[in-house]
């Protein structure tokens, strides 16, 4: 009886989990930080960026910049606590409004009540952003 239960209870979390993945979803935040290889904090910028995927698309609206839609080449998602601790890593084809492409991987990852996502841009190696999440939810 007590496996059946701790069975019933790994699936159900696991549904949970998954429940996220499929899902579109938003990522808002209100400060955007710009690092260098190595991590460290080149820059941080106070602007509203929201962000809105799922497992197909992308789009980026950075405060006042162009906003960026993207194609996702590979998505690969596992959120233990939905959009509170997990983590979901996307490889995708960026491009600007005037048609410039760029290949990128975003990971977002949740962990102690914080939801951060870092852009990686294969051309940039030695340049990140990160944005730090204020909301993280399912957009309905």
């Known amino acids: 009886m007590k496996h059946l ?7 159900a979390m696991g549904l949970m989990s998954y429940g996220q993945c499929d899902k579109k979803l938003r990522l808002t935040s209100s400060k955007t930080e710009y690092l260098q290889a190595d991590s460290s904090v080149q820059r941080t910028v106070e602007e509203n960026t929201v962000i809105e995927f799922d497992k197909s698309t992308i789009t980026i609206a950075p405060g006042d910049h162009d906003h960026l839609t993207g194609t996702i080449h590979s998505y690969t998602c596992n959120w233990a606590v939905p959009y509170k601790t997990g983590r979901t890593r996307l490889k995708v084809t960026l491009k600007k409004s005037e048609g410039e492409t760029k290949e990128a991987v975003i990971t977002i990852d949740g962990s102690n009540g914080k939801v951060t996502l870092l852009l990686e841009l294969d051309d ?6 990160r944005v730090i999440g204020d909301k993280f939810e399912e957009v309905r």
């Open 124 to 129: 940039m190696p030695d340049k990140k952003i």
């Open 5 to 11: 239960l701790l069975v019933a209870s790994i699936l």
